[in-house]
Antibody, heavy 122, light 106 residues
Framework: EVQLVESGGGLVMPGGSLRLSCAPSGFTFSSYSMNWVRQAPGKGLEWVSFINKVGDFIKYVDSVMGRFTVSRDNAKNSLYLQMDSLRAEDTAVYYC???????????????WGSGTTVTVSS | EVVMTQSPATLSVSPGERATLSCRASQSIGTKLAWFQRRPGQAPRLLIYNASARATGIPAGFSGSGSGTEFTLTISDLQSEDFAVYYCQQYNDWPLTFGRGTMVEI
């Protein structure tokens, strides 16, 4: 069974840092691009970041550019999201989501993890 | 960025009826559109990709159509487990963007 399990969430003060991890299972992690998506309380889904299979093509939503860093370690079967300079508006449930290539550079999302909660508050 | 607008925000239907959900993109996205179902307390589930292709394991009662800027998700013969929030999402351009969702309720 394909699964994604996020970890690393918690309570952090504004300006602080957190590192989220995602542990995949049931598929060959190195063959897939990945995304991070978040949902703030009472809000809709917001895509945060994309990383391709080998980690040399990365994209971010503007609101986290320069503060968040996505990375992966295919040897360790892990996806990461380093979040620095955290703000109250970064409070959300963060999901690790697998990406499926449909045509060259286009990827749709298929399998989602259950999420990890990040709360930024003093 | 491509703004995705879903309508209606809430759709009230009865079990066994058909539900039609709309999604509009602020610019053409071809058929690079996915639909997700979100049941309370669960992670989103992929229903449709490439605007009309059903994901693995999704019942035939779910169908997607459209291209360019106008898209539709149709749920035929609504079952109790289909009452949920439905999101559309475009993957034609960065940043990837979602609609705000349509809640399908009894």
């Amino acid at each position: 069974e394909v699964q994604l399990v996020e970890s690393g969430g918690g309570l952090v003060m504004p300006g602080g840092s957190l590192r989220l991890s995602c542990a995949p299972s049931g598929f060959t992690f190195s063959s897939y691009s990945m995304n991070w998506v978040r949902q703030a309380p009472g809000k809709g889904l917001e895509w945060v970041s994309f990383i391709n299979k080998v980690g040399d093509f990365i994209k971010y939503v503007d609101s986290v550019m320069g503060r968040f860093t996505v990375s992966r370690d295919n040897a360790k079967n892990s996806l990461y999201l380093q979040m620095d300079s955290l703000r109250a508006e970064d409070t959300a449930v963060y999901y690790c989501v697998r990406a499926i290539a449909t045509a060259s550079v286009y990827h749709y999302m298929d399998v989602w993890g259950s999420g990890t909660t990040v709360t930024v508050s003093s | 960025e491509v703004v995705m607008t879903q309508s209606p925000a809430t759709l009230s239907v009865s079990p066994g009826e058909r539900a039609t959900l709309s999604c509009r993109a602020s610019q053409s996205i071809g058929t690079k559109l996915a639909w997700f179902q979100r049941r309370p307390g669960q992670a989103p589930r992929l229903l449709i990709y490439n605007a009309s292709a059903r994901a693995t394991g999704i019942p035939a009662g779910f169908s997607g159509s459209g291209s360019g800027t106008e898209f539709t998700l149709t749920i035929s013969d609504l079952q109790s487990e289909d009452f949920a929030v439905y999101y559309c999402q475009q993957y034609n351009d960065w940043p990837l963007t979602f609609g705000r969702g349509t809640m399908v309720e009894i």
